[in-house]
């Protein structure tokens, strides 16, 4: 008798399996942002009556998330204060979306029948969440040499993984020192990524990001240096008069000084010979002659 109860069992078993197959109505895609609100349909035509002798269920990956069992609503400790359920159609919506939330629910649906709840729906529906990138940042990273600039372009805070790509002229360009890493408790991408190009061209570069089905991208500009022009003829002219007459006025003030210092010199000498001569004159002979005149 128990090989008999257990071989029952398991034929109940597989043709509950195979109800499950066949009332399936297939898989649903939504796709939503962080901190939006997702809404995930159950596609189940309820009537109020029927609440009393139904089961709803939503699961994610074989995990519950909300059940209603005879008129009675809860909601699993995950998803308390952020999981509403509509009561026109039953769909389970989800506030303030986490990444943690993307995955495959479940909304099956049992009735009571002759005392056995038997399974009447089932639907599937894959949440798919992503973090939009903010625009990125391009920045001047140096000069590896003479006529070579550095730029890097950066963005962080994004799901899912990232792609970058240098564009110019619809042409991707090789990028340098490319890095992708991701916060093992946000699941959040960074990126980043360096680009060497000419100085003596012009150049209008595009940092472009893809993730999932989502891009952002940022664009930067060069224009290169005008060659400076040679001075003209009249102002060499103008140049070499200036310096001449800038070395002139410097000799003659020289001379000037010279010749005031020379001047000077003999000046003081005159003086000097005249001084001199005074104090030796000889006034003998007009003494005597005032005495033969007494």
Known sequence: MGCSFQLMWLVHLFVLLLGLFQISSGVDQVSKSVKEKASLPCHYNFSHEELPIIRIYWQKHGKMVLSIISGVREVWPEYKNRTLLDNTNYS??????????RGTYNCVVQKNEKGTFEVKHITDVVLSIKADFPTPN??????????TKRITCFTSGGFPKPRLSWLENERELNGINTTISQDPKSELYTISSQLDFNTTCNHTIECFIEYGDAH???TFTWEKKPPEDPPDENSKIVLIMAG??????ATIVIIIYFIFHKHRSCFRRRNKASEETTNSLYIGPAEASAEQTV
């Open 244 to 249: 001449s007459g800038a070395v002139t006025l």
């Open 216 to 218: 952002v991208s940022e």
């Open 138 to 147: 391009i920045t001047e990273s140096g000069n590896p040499s003479a006529d």
């Open 92 to 101: 389970l919506i989800i506030l303030g979306l986490a990444l943690s939330d």
